[in-house]
């Protein structure tokens, strides 16, 4: 049995314009430790995010970058409060710019980037992808709590008419001095 070549960590800091001049390929890890914001956001996270990022330019001849990256999370399960594992995949579609002006008058289809100064941090960039991507709602598919307990029943509300009204007895005294 062979075992597949170890994937290598990405750089945490790139420079996007020289990426795309030489139309590199990133193919590449990110620890799963360095994203701070997904760590507190889930439960726990299975191994590091697998990248995937070709660059370039397109047909209008906007600086991009696309691609695909996965990773599997455990989120808290709704239903029943424990963990339930997610696999988020997302493909990438980003078209790099220096300003708010140029990211809005990029194509729909490209997400904007914004590189300021020479580096940008593509950590940052692919853990708000991630966060972009995690469900709203986590549940298991798998029924993991009997609709029975997830209804009411008539039960409660008997045993709320029973409970005797603390007001009753104020009734009562008004009552009393009302003959008077």
């Known amino acids: 049995?062979?075992?597949?070549?170890?994937?290598?960590a990405l750089p945490?800091?790139?420079?996007?314009?020289?990426l795309v001049q030489r139309e590199q390929q990133l193919d590449g890890t990110v620890p799963s430790d360095a994203l701070p914001r997904l760590v507190s956001s889930?439960?726990?996270?299975?191994?590091?995010?697998?990248?995937q990022l070709a660059f370039g330019r397109d047909l209008q001849r906007n600086q991009i970058a696309s691609g695909h990256l996965e990773?599997?999370?455990?989120?808290?399960?709704?239903?029943?409060?424990?963990?339930?594992?997610e696999r988020i995949e997302a493909e990438?579609?980003?078209?790099?710019?220096?300003?708010?002006?140029?990211?809005?008058?990029?194509?729909k289809s490209l997400d904007p980037v914004i590189q300021e100064g020479d580096e940008l941090d593509l950590y940052q960039v692919l853990e708000d992808e991630?966060?972009?991507n995690l469900p709203m709602v986590a549940y298991?598919?798998?029924?993991?709590?009997?609709r029975d307990d997830l209804q009411s029943s008539g039960?409660?509300?008997e045993a709320e008419e029973q409970r005797e009204n603390p007001f009753k007895v104020l009734e009562q005294l008004k009552g009393s001095s009302n003959k008077s």
């Open 140 to 146: 298991h598919e798998v029924e993991c709590v009997s």
């Open 1 to 8: 049995m062979s075992i597949p070549p170890q994937k290598s």
């Open 130 to 132: 991630i966060l972009l």
């Open 12 to 18: 945490r800091r790139i420079d996007a314009r020289k």
């Open 92 to 107: 990438v579609n980003w078209g790099f710019v220096w300003t708010e002006e140029q990211g809005n008058a990029l194509p």
């Open 155 to 157: 039960k409660a509300a």
């Open 42 to 51: 889930t439960e726990s996270i299975d191994g590091d995010v697998q990248v």
């Open 71 to 85: 990773v599997q999370v455990h989120l808290l399960c709704q239903r029943c409060l424990q963990p339930v594992t």
